[in-house]
Nanobody, 120 residues
Framework: QLQASGGGLVQAGGSLRLSCAASGRTFSTYNMGWFRQAPGKEREFVTAISRNGGRSSADSVKGRFTISRDNAKNTVYLQMNRLEPEDTAAYYC????????????????WGQGTLVTVSS
């Protein structure tokens, strides 16, 4: 099970940190990712961190968003800085075991969304 938290309302230029807590004893063996879905749009890849610490991010968030993980706490984080109104969406964390970690199909397990609203 994945439990995301930390969403909220923030002004443009502000910051938020999302957390995703996972249950189970094999967290360290999973690639972990964050996706987002804005109203009326498809769910899109934001960023991910592999079981080995490799990272990948969408161009739209590079330099602003940072993903990290704490295997001792079974938690993955998404630090979001310099937020823009275009970042408004429900953010979903996901876990996967594949060799790649940038597509929705790479992830088998999904948490519920946490809503991020950025006002202009």
């Amino acid at each position: 099970q994945l439990q995301a938290s930390g969403g909220g309302l923030v002004q443009a230029g502000g910051s938020l940190r999302l957390s995703c807590a996972a249950s189970g004893r094999t967290f360290s063996t999973y690639n972990m990712g964050w996706f987002r879905q804005a109203p009326g749009k498809e769910r899109e890849f934001v960023t991910a961190i592999s079981r080995n610490g490799g990272r990948s991010s969408a161009d739209s968030v590079k330099g602003r968003f940072t993903i990290s993980r704490d295997n001792a706490k079974n938690t993955v984080y998404l630090q979001m800085n310099r937020l823009e109104p275009e970042d408004t969406a429900a953010y979903y964390c996901a876990a996967g075991t594949g060799r790649t970690y940038t597509r929705k199909s790479d992830f088998e397990y999904w948490g519920q969304g946490t809503l991020v609203t950025v006002s202009s």
